[in-house]
């Protein structure tokens, strides 16, 4: 099936430094990616809304500022935590439809970050 | 807006009983179901999609049914396993390039 991979699958940075977490569909071209974000013991949350070629499309309450999510082509998305903070440790999953496929949901291995 | 409810919040069965997960939605244009599993600090798994025109998919002990009339599905598990223990998550994704709604998850545990 089509595979969405996302990269790193962990990390731990400083407070006050940046993290760039890639995603990439591996075999079909995704003009729209999604950022989700699941605390501890809570369901996955959409963040936002990632349009090839255009800006992202952020959910109430997620600063864009703080996460700048770039869509470049047709198979990456990249989301970058700025000035990260102990409170944006969390477990961040991208998503893409693949429309040619029933559009089916994958999702990219996830990403766990820890800010020390 | 999507709302999507599963019950129950968490499960605990000794291995080999069938059990049943439900997931209800609140708005009926979907264009497909999705089951997955997390297991902890993991990402998700799929485990079976059900298209709006199905009835009901199946993938070994998974079987997966859908009314989207009454905006239910539910996931059939037979004969658990202690490696069946996980979070169980239903997603809805809309039609066109949207976003999947996700269920708020039953967290299952199989007791050897």
């Known amino acids: 099936g089509a595979v969405v991979s996302q990269h790193p699958s962990w990390v731990i940075c400083k407070s006050g430094t940046s993290v760039k977490i890639e995603c990439r569909s591996l075999d079909f071209q995704a003009t729209t990616m999604f950022w989700y974000r699941q605390f501890p013991k809570q369901s996955l949350m959409l963040m936002a809304t990632?349009?090839?070629?255009?800006?992202?499309?952020?959910e109430q309450g997620v600063e864009k500022d703080k996460f700048l999510i770039n869509h470049a082509s047709l198979t990456l998305s990249t989301l970058t935590v700025t000035s990260a903070h102990p409170e944006d440790s969390s477990f961040y999953i991208c998503?893409?439809?693949?429309?040619?496929?029933?559009?089916?949901?994958?999702f990219g291995q996830g990403t766990r970050l820890t800010v020390v | 807006k999507q709302e999507v409810t599963q019950i129950p919040a968490a499960l605990s069965v000794p291995e080999g009983e069938n059990l049943v997960l439900n997931c209800s939605f609140t708005?009926?244009?979907?264009?497909?179901l999705q089951w997955f599993r997390q297991d902890p600090g993991k990402g998700l798994t799929s485990l079976l999609l059900i298209q709006s025109s199905q009835r009901e998919q199946t993938s070994g002990r998974l079987n997966a049914s859908l009314d989207k009339s009454s905006g239910r599905s539910t996931l059939y598990i037979a004969a658990s396993q202690p490696g069946d223990s996980a979070t169980y998550l239903c997603a809805v994704p809309p039609g066109g390039y949207q976003k999947v709604t996700f269920g708020t998850g039953t967290k299952l545990q199989v007791i050897p």
């Open positions: 708005d009926s244009a979907i264009y497909n």
């Open positions: 998503s893409a439809r693949d429309m040619d496929r029933g559009a089916e949901a994958f």
């Open positions: 990632s349009n090839e070629g255009s800006k992202a499309t952020y």
